[in-house]
């Protein structure tokens, strides 16, 4: 993770790929190149020599130059084109580095010494705390590699977003380690070493030679145990409420009126009419008139309940386990080695891939699975890929084994790397 100062943050990465492709990102997102800085350790030279280089890239699969590659925006030459200033600078205590950005003009300070306590001194000078300062330093002498950015306080929290998707490394989950391996060496410090590294991460100089008196070592391994859990995932509420709402109806209604029609007569009268007595006669008139009454009839009803179903789900995820290789060391002396079983399996790939050369054997080509598979055990190389140290093993090996062709052994070394290293 990165650590932030008031104007600073500092990220820390185990792997140049990863480092480089965080500042790919951040140059996309429009962060200035002026505002980047990269630090990274280059104590076996390859990243000098890729800038340097005008022939094939060490780095290269494919036969590409170091100029093809900056071109195509690949390799360690491609910063050339993202960062500025880049170069190889030798820092005190810590040695051979390349170095791009503003750090790098801090960096030729501490070389020529305008800026006192190496990298260290360039930390603080830049903003960083004293103890991250010094962790930052140690992390770098173990191979590491630093990325700074200048940022905006605008930018901060995008620039950590950024930096988060490219594997940085806590800085403090290591400080117990960094203290008790050169936390606060001074800058004189000669600079880290390959045997400085193994004993930094193994603790010893040398592969450690067991005694009946050790303790013995444990092979474990993860089992995945997978259970259950309730989790609310949705329902239903239901609401229950009156709603009014206007009806009509047609109803038929009669009415009653009196009506007095008067019309003249002539004719004779009679006793009769005369002996009508006065008084008085009344009728009277009846309407109809609507009279409502309302009745509740239950016209639907709603039941709730809950259904469950059951079915099968395929868990998935990844459990570590540790393995433990035997070798036997050869007979009168040789110094060759046979891991186990796989002897049989190197003999099985020389011939599918060397049977038909002229005059090869088995024994030619042997130390050469033997050292692929070394080599990929070595907690140095821990996590990278074959094409990551191509260039470095090629120097050791030719550097032990001078009349080889690095050409011809490759691929035997590769099959012994891919072996261990569980690619095959």
Not at 231 to 240: E, L, P
Request: charged share 25%.
């Amino acid at each position: 993770m990165a650590i932030t100062t008031d104007n600073t943050i500092v990220c820390a990465f185990d792997s140049m790929s990863d480092a480089q492709a965080a500042v790919q990102d951040l140059v996309q997102a429009g962060i200035s190149r002026d505002q980047i800085s990269l630090v990274a350790n280059d104590n076996a030279g390859n990243y000098s020599r890729d800038l340097g280089t005008t022939g094939k890239d060490p780095n290269s699969v494919d036969g590409t130059t170091v100029g093809e590659n900056l071109a195509a925006g690949t390799g360690i030459g491609a910063l050339g084109g993202l960062l500025i200033g880049l170069g190889a600078l030798a820092i005190p205590g810590v040695g051979p580095v390349i170095a791009a950005g503003p750090i790098a003009a801090l960096i030729g300070g501490a070389v020529s010494g305008a800026v006192g306590g190496g990298l260290i001194g360039v930390l603080k000078k830049s903003g960083v705390p004293d103890e991250d300062a010094a962790a930052y330093d140690a992390h770098l002498r173990r191979g590491g590699a630093l990325l700074t950015v200048d940022a905006n306080t605008s930018d901060v929290d995008r620039i950590n977003s950024i930096l988060d998707r490219h594997n940085p490394i806590e800085v403090g989950d290591r400080e117990e380690q960094v203290r008790n391996t050169g936390f606060d060496r001074p800058a004189t410090t000669p600079a880290y070493t390959g045997t400085d590294v193994r004993r930094d991460l193994t603790g010893t100089d040398t592969p450690r030679n067991l005694s009946t008196s050790d303790q013995p070592l444990t092979v474990a391994r993860e089992e995945l145990e997978v259970g259950k859990r309730a989790v609310q995932r949705g329902g239903v509420r239901v609401f229950n409420r009156v709603i009014e709402e206007p009806v009509e109806q047609q109803v038929s209604l009669h009415d009653e009126r009196v009506r007095v029609d008067r019309h003249p007569v002539d004719r004779p009268a009679t006793e009769a009419d005369f002996q009508t007595r006065g008084g008085t006669m009344e009728f009277t008139e009846t309407v109809e008139e609507p009279v409502i009454r309302k009745r509740g009839r239950v016209v639907e009803e709603v039941n709730i309940n809950k259904e469950g179903s059951d079915h099968t789900e395929t868990v998935r995820d990844t459990v570590r386990r540790t393995e433990v290789d035997v070798e036997q060391l050869g007979a009168q002396g040789t110094g060759q080695t046979v891991m186990g079983d796989a002897d049989a399996d190197f003999r099985n790939d020389f011939g599918s891939r060397y049977g038909s050369t002229p005059g090869a054997s088995y024994e030619t080509y042997a130390p050469a699975y033997q050292y692929g598979s070394r080599m990929a055990s070595d907690p140095i190389y821990r996590g990278q890929s074959f094409n990551d140290v191509e260039s470095t093993l090629r120097t050791d090996y030719m550097r032990n084994n001078p009349n080889s062709t690095w050409d011809n052994i490759k691929g035997a070394v590769r099959y012994g790397w891919e072996k261990v290293s569980g690619k095959r």
